[in-house]
């Protein structure tokens, strides 16, 4: 299967930029996907196809990367992106998807 | 908009089937791909499988010979049906949908959480 590897946690100031990064472990070509979780509710899409913006996700979000290098970049931080971040390929089967990266605010 | 809700019995025994519901309204389940995907305790997901438009299937690897997904196109429903479960199977379900193969999860339902635990 395609391991996908996320950094487990970070902490940014609002108005900061943040970078969350995600590695496969073999290409998937352009198919990853990056969703947004907050406690107790369920998985948002954020940006599909490396690079493009899910419909009505603020363009504050953007995503990059190609081949097995990812990155899901939030530029400004706002409090109410506190929440976990999880990359997802669809590529190779199995689908798989990243451990996720807890973003907290300081 | 399209809206998916989970449903079925929260408590499994081990070693029996755990079988779920997934509703959905807004959009007819001959369309596109309807899948499964459950997140464990600690956060790993993990994609279980899908339906397609046709009724044909795809299933993890890793639950194949346990894993049935079918529908009922009258009801615009889907089902999961795992058998066997352990304890390793207690997680949150959530049934999702995709615009096509390989495409993202654009819409989820809420999630179900199912312990397996006699």
């Known amino acids: 299967d395609t391991v996908l590897t996320q950094s487990p946690a970070l902490a940014v100031s609002p108005g900061e930029r943040v970078s969350i990064s995600c590695r496969a472990s073999?290409?998937?070509?352009?198919?990853m996907h990056w969703y947004q979780q907050k406690p107790g509710q369920q998985p948002k899409l954020l940006i599909y196809k490396a690079s493009n913006l899910a419909s009505g996700v603020p363009a504050r979000f953007s995503g990059s990367g190609s081949g097995t290098d990812f990155t899901l970049t939030i530029d400004p931080v706002e409090a109410d992106d506190t929440a976990t971040y999880f990359c997802?390929?669809?590529?190779?089967?199995?689908?798989?998807f990243g451990a996720g990266t807890k973003l907290e605010l300081k | 908009e399209v809206q998916l809700q989970e449903s079925g019995p929260g408590l499994v025994k081990p070693s029996q089937s755990l079988s779920l519901t997934c509703s959905v309204t807004?959009?007819?389940?001959?369309?596109?791909?309807w899948g499964w995907i459950r997140k464990f305790p600690g956060n790993k997901m993990e994609w279980m499988g899908y339906?397609?438009?046709?009724?044909?299937?795809s299933y993890n690897p890793s639950l194949k010979s346990r894993i049935s997904i079918t529908r009922d196109t009258s009801k615009n429903q889907f089902f999961l049906q795992l058998n066997s479960v352990t304890t390793e199977d207690t997680a949150t379900y959530y049934c999702?949908?995709?615009?096509?193969?390989?495409?993202?999860?654009?819409?989820w339902g809420q999630g179900v959480m199912v312990t397996v635990s006699s």
């Open positions: 999702a949908r995709s615009e096509l193969r390989r495409a993202p999860f654009d819409y």
């Open positions: 807004g959009y007819s389940i001959t369309s596109n791909y």
């Open positions: 997802q390929q669809s590529w190779n089967d199995p689908y798989t």
């Open positions: 339906i397609s438009y046709s009724g044909s299937t």
């Open positions: 073999e290409g998937v070509n352009s198919y």
